[in-house]
């Protein structure tokens, strides 16, 4: 099994630019799950997703973020527009849905600089 | 609101020597516990699930307990080894939101040869 995939690896954008982040959960899994750590706050879960529908999404902080599951295989995270603030390392997570008990399977994280 | 807190922040021991990290918790409702490993410019594997029901848990030369009572949680690393040298982070959940991880910041840990 190749595990969560993440895309890009590493990103530099400046101020203003759209970012993407994608995310290919583990084949099966039906739980995915958006991280941002940073040094000041942590780990924090910005949004997740069973079944392909947001299930809770109040870690997001502010509009300009926006994430999307179109199908069981394939997630985005959308920053629009980015500013230095957002950077951070991005991760993904995913699951198979098993009432609270299931291990999470993070990605390699996604290293977003915004100048 | 949630608030998971681990101490030390940093901690650097011999080769072979018995350790315990430390994570305490805020709201004793708890769903789980778990503690996961970072390692440098990677993501996080999990290490041990603890459910509110289990007082601990084991995997090889781990051992990680929960006393839900006094919102605490310690695991226990034996025979420490260099390669055990990473970050660990321990989340919990609530019932409310089980599949929901409010994580501390983590123990950085040392394993020196």
């Known amino acids: 099994d190749a595990g969560v995939i993440q895309s890009p690896r590493h990103e530099v954008t400046e101020m203003g630019q759209e970012v993407t982040l994608r995310c290919k959960p583990i084949?099966?899994?039906?739980?995915l799950f958006w991280y941002r750590q940073t040094m000041m706050r942590g780990l924090e879960l910005l949004i997740y997703f069973n079944n392909n529908v947001p299930i809770d999404d109040s870690g997001m902080p502010e509009d300009r973020f926006s994430a999307k599951m179109p199908n069981a295989s394939f997630s985005t995270l959308k920053i629009q527009p980015s500013e230095p603030r957002d950077s951070a390392v991005y991760f993904c997570a995913s699951s198979l849905r098993a009432g609270g008990q299931e291990t999470q399977y993070f990605g390699p994280g996604t290293r977003l600089l915004v100048l | 609101k949630q608030e998971v807190t681990q101490i030390p922040a940093a901690l650097s021991v011999p080769e072979g020597e018995n350790l315990v990290l430390n994570c305490s918790f805020t709201d004793s409702a708890i769903y789980n516990l778990q503690w996961f490993r970072q390692d440098p410019g990677k993501g996080l594997t999990s290490l041990l699930l603890i459910q509110s029901s289990q007082r601990e848990q084991t995997s090889g030369r781990l051992n990680a307990s929960l006393d839900k009572s006094s919102g605490r949680s310690t695991l226990y690393i034996a025979a420490s080894q260099p390669g055990d040298s990473a970050t660990y982070l321990c989340?919990?959940?609530?019932?409310?939101?089980?599949?929901?991880?409010?994580f501390g910041q983590g123990t950085r840990l040392t394993i020196n040869p």
């Open positions: 989340a919990v959940s609530d019932r409310q939101g089980a599949q929901k991880l409010v």
């Open positions: 084949s099966g899994h039906n739980s």
